[in-house]
Structure formats: C-alpha cells, structure tokens
C-alpha cells in the first residue's frame, strides 16, 4: 500500500482499524493525525470524515441496499463506501464527482487487486448517486428513526420506553450534533482573565449554561496554548464539571476519588482544598500517570495522591470511617457520550448495563464503610441508562439503609431528590447523572 497521506487516506486507514478490528476512534484517529503533517484544514476534515462516518454508519450501510450484489473481500472496500456515502450525502460543498474519484484513487492505493476493487467500488457509488437517498416507510417508526438517527433498534426502542417517541427523537437526534469544544476554568488563577485571554487568542470563548466555571470555545486546538499548558484551564465536559460542585466542601477534607483517571474530577477536587488531600484511585496504573500529569499540569500534585487499587477492593487497603467525602465516579455505558464516542452505540448491548450494574454497586458497597459519619458520598456516571443510575442508586439505599440521598444546589441547576439527570438534548452536554448521599450520624 502506498504511503502517501492525505486528509481521506488517513480517515480511511482509521475506519479500517475502527469498523474492520475494533479499534477506539479517538485513539486510533489522533495516532494517525500525531505524525501526518496534515495542515489544520485536513486534520479537520480527517476528523469530520471518521466520526461522521461512524456516526451515521446504520444509515449509510441501509444506502447500499440492494447496490452491493457481490461478496466483499477485501476490509478496506466497505469502509471506502461508507466513507463516500457520507460525503455524498453528508457534505454538501464536496461535488459527487470529487467524491468518486478521490474514492477510485484509494481504491488503488489500499486495493490488493487494484483493478477489481477500484471497478467495484467505481460501480456500487455510480449506481449510489443515480439511486439517492432511501429510507424505512415512517409508518415503521422505530425503523425509521434507527436509520435516520443512525441508531441501533434495541436503543430506540429504549429510549422510547423510557421516555416516549417525542423525546426520544430530539435525543437522538442531539447525539448526532457536534460535540461543543467544552473548557474548565481552573479556580486557582483569575478565571475573568483566562476568559479574556481566550477572546484574545481567537478562542470566542462563551459561558456554559450550567456553569460559569466552563467556557464553550469556538474551535480546537486549546492544548496547544499556554493557557493550557500552565494550567489555567483543562478539557472538561461542561455537565462532568459539576460533580465536584455538588460537594460542600470547606478545604481541610479528606477525599477518596475511587475511579479517579484520567483525573479531572480529582484535579477540580483538588482546587477547592487547602490543607485537605485527595486519594485517587483507578484500577490501571498506567492511567494513574494521566492523573499525576494532568495534578502537575494544573497545580495541584501536591494534595494529590495516587494509588492502583480496584474500587471494588477498596474496604482492603483503607481504614473504616477514614474519607470525609467520597466520589465514584462509575465505569458505566458511557450512553451519554455517543455525541463524542460514535462507536459505543454499536458496542453495548442491553445485558451491558446489568452487568455493569453490578460492578457499580460493588464499588458502593466496597467504599460505603470508609466514609465517615455525615460524611458526603457522590455517585455519577456519564450515562443515561435508568439501569446504572436511578436503579443503582435504588439499590444502594436498600442494602446500606444508613444512608440518604441529598438535596443540592447548583450555580445553574438544582436537585430536590439529591439526583441529577441531564439528557443530551437538554443543554447540549454529555449525557451525565449525580446522586448525592448522606451517612446518616
């Protein structure tokens, strides 16, 4: 295969990776970008064409029904025609044309068999662009909207279920915008003069609706600023950044942040102590060094502690009553992220969520005895699902009935039952849930 890397060629090296061995699309897609020397405009359009792609991959590969009337053999050729059928229907200012001829050129350059591939691939997009869009009768609703939201049907139906047909489309649909370019404003420098100096650096910087602490900025490219890099800011989800405010926190406390990396619950923790100190613990080690860079980065390794201990062990390694506030901050679905993490709606499955459940509570059950009388325990996840949350926390309270959920109030938002639900569509954030609890004295 030749190497020559061009803004398309490396969005369908990554599709490879990601569609044909299942790859993570973050992971893979910045790998292929560190080295490229792609100028700011291909690195975008690479961007735009992998999770576009991904994102819409249910309603692409229904474009193709009945077009593809041969086996396919080689891995590169369906994640080529997805890719132009993205294009083609998806990016209005590219003509159809330039579509299917820079797809014939990376037929021959990823092909084996140049000329079959490049005449099959040449074929099934000419018959595509004569033929248009098609969709399900919407008389199949749910059909319908899992190809035109490009969603699984187990999910719609779920959706649906959980909160009727209405909602479900404006959910959807939301998931299939563009994730904001979201910042936390660190409280350890003058937050007005960071938001000044994102203005001046042609950020456009705008204020979160659930946050004056979060900055929504116009474009990419932050870590590569000063700002960033002497830590008056950090990358954070404007719904993820209220965890650590849901907290009353005086600044001498003890904290265990029992699923800590890659930290920025731990370092926002961090910013509201003086003589207190965090305990952040993750399963992996290696992500641990994420936590410790990102502390330093942001000028708080000094109260930060790390350790490598599976939460579900923690009551193993620590004393009772030892932490005066506690986060868990759960491995979960991650339904809340499809916005930002295209590929997981076609990654979990809905015994997932029982699963994880009980991975949830057995990190709750393993941490509840280490907290202190009225001492503060959160839980969240960045997850929608009435499994991992509202039945999680139903759970809980029924095996440690010392506890109690609490209310909270928000700079922006507020809880009367002590839970905290935000759906995608409602400021545009990551799907997020937050319980709070209380150990009863």
């Known amino acids: 295969m030749s190497t020559t890397k061009t803004a398309r060629s490396i969005a369908l090296n990554t599709l490879i990776r990601v569609l044909e061995d299942g790859s993570y699309s973050n992971i893979s897609l910045n ?9 700011q405009a291909d690195q975008n359009l690479a961007t735009k064409l992998v999770y576009g792609t991904i994102q819409y991959k249910i309603y692409l590969e229904y474009q193709f029904k ?15 025609l997805l890719m132009s059928a993205y294009q083609i229907f998806f990016l209005d200012k590219v003509p159809n044309r330039a579509i299917l001829d820079e797809a014939n050129k990376l037929a021959k350059q990823f092909g084996k068999h140049h000329s079959s591939g490049f005449r099959l691939v040449n074929g099934i997009l000419r018959a595509l662009t004569r033929r248009g869009e098609i969709l399900p ?19 719609v139906e779920y959706f649906v279920k959980n909160w009727g047909k209405k909602r ?3 959910i959807l649909a939301s998931f299939n915008e563009n994730a904001k370019n979201s910042v936390r404003l660190s409280s350890l420098v003058d937050q007005k003069k960071t938001f000044i100096e994102l203005k001046k650096i042609g950020f456009d910087p705008e204020y979160s609706s659930l946050s004056s602490h979060d900055v929504i900025l116009s474009h990419g490219g932050i870590i590569d600023t000063d700002l960033f890099k002497n830590g008056a800011l950090t990358i954070q989800d404007e719904a993820a950044s209220l965890v650590a405010d849901v907290f009353d926190i005086n600044g001498n406390e003890k904290v265990l942040d029992a699923c800590s990396a890659p930290g920025g619950k731990t370092i926002q923790i961090a910013e509201k102590l003086n003589e207190g100190s965090v305990t952040a613990l993750d ?17 708080v390794n000094e109260r930060v502690t790390t350790k490598g201990v599976d939460a579900r062990k923690a009551h193993e390694y620590f004393s009772k009553q030892q932490f005066d506030r506690i986060l868990v901050d759960a491995p979960c679905s991650g339904l809340g992220l499809l916005r930002r993490k295209p590929e997981i709606r076609y990654s979990k499955k809905l015994d997932d969520l029982l699963n994880l459940q009980k991975i949830q509570l057995d990190i709750l059950d393993s941490i509840a005895p280490l907290l202190k009388k009225e001492g503060e325990l959160v839980y969240s996840t960045c997850t929608i699902s009435v499994e991992e949350d509202e039945e999680v926390v139903e759970k809980f309270l029924q095996r440690h009935p010392d506890f109690e959920l609490a209310p909270f109030k928000l700079e922006k938002v507020a809880s009367k039952t002590g839970m905290l639900k935000i759906l995608p569509d409602s400021y545009g954030s990551d799907g997020f849930f937050i319980a709070k609890f209380k150990l009863r004295g």
């Open 168 to 170: 479900t489309e404006s």
């Open 283 to 299: 399963i992996h080690e290696k992500k641990l060094k994420l936590v410790r860079q990102n502390a330093q980065r942001m000028g």
């Open 31 to 39: 790998n292929s970008l560190k080295n490229s020397h792609l100028s």
């Open 66 to 80: 009945g077009l593809i009337k041969t086996k396919i053999t080689e891995k590169y050729i369906m994640p080529l």
């Open 137 to 155: 009768s919407p008389k199949d609703s749910l059909k319908y909207i899992s190809v035109k939201e490009s969603m699984p049907i187990w999910l």
